[in-house]
Nanobody, 125 residues
Framework: QVQLVESGGGLVQAGGSLRLSCAAS????????MGWYPQAPGKQRELVAT?????????NYADSVKGRFTISRDNARNTVYLQMNSLKPEDTAVYYC?????????????????WGQGTQVTVSS
């Protein structure tokens, strides 16, 4: 019903920058919240940034990325971005996109959380 496709990951040196993108498609009526969740090897997936779809868009960041990462979204394209600056080796992880959506299922509507396939970010020291 909903597909999330991430892109923009790669290998970068410490101090460098990357910009991740996540495009949502499918039977989407609205997207309430979108966010990014990295998962490092052997660790749990954790939240680093979320953004709401309201008239007064609000953002939320993990303390570890405040001042370095910026989340934004293009509502017309159902796309969320994560600008990552001053990258550190500890930022290395697979970054997953999440969207909290209202979708149409036949003649009814349902709310669900959807995940992308992830994009690898590797920061070398």
């Amino acid at each position: 019903q909903v597909q999330l496709v991430e892109s923009g990951g790669g290998l970068v040196q410490a101090g460098g920058s990357l910009r991740l993108s996540c495009a949502a498609s499918g039977s989407i009526l609205s997207i309430n919240v979108m966010g990014w969740y990295p998962q490092a090897p052997g660790k749990q997936r954790e939240l680093v940034a979320t953004i709401t779809n309201t008239k007064s868009t609000s953002t939320n960041y993990a303390d570890s990325v405040k001042g370095r990462f910026t989340i934004s979204r293009d509502n017309a394209r159902n796309t969320v971005y994560l600008q990552m600056n001053s990258l550190k080796p500890e930022d290395t992880a697979v970054y997953y996109c999440n969207a909290d959506c209202i979708v149409q299922t036949g003649i009814t509507f349902a709310r669900g959380a959807y995940w992308g396939q992830g994009t690898q970010v590797t920061v070398s020291s």
